[in-house]
């Protein structure tokens, strides 16, 4: 197995790590809605790129709650309150 001819220093090693640092994404914001949206894509909120529908996202969301509909078990009734025994009648011969 190779093995390094000499240790790499901690500047040489640090020097070659100042470019790994993340950037910020960048991001645009919807011509349509106003939500920030990835630049070239088309925005996630409305469906919307360069002035035109480019994805319908009603329909994903028409698809997405019958699927649930689906899932969701049948509505529960909501059980009767119980009756109230009535209190027995006076009676009026005392
Ligand atoms: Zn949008």
Do not use: W
Not at 78 to 85: E, F, M, T
């Amino acid at each position: 197995m190779p093995v390094p001819a000499r240790k790499k220093s901690n500047a040489s090693g640090r020097r070659r790590r100042s470019h790994d640092s993340l950037k910020p994404a960048t991001t645009a914001v919807c011509a349509k809605c106003a939500s920030p949206v990835q630049p070239h894509h088309a925005c996630s909120t409305c469906g919307f790129y360069r002035g035109r529908e480019a994805v319908n996202t009603n329909k994903n969301i028409e698809k997405l709650v019958k699927q649930a509909q689906k899932k969701a078990p049948k509505a529960v009734k909501a059980p009767k309150a119980p009756k109230v025994a009535k209190a027995p009648k006076k009676s009026k011969e005392a």
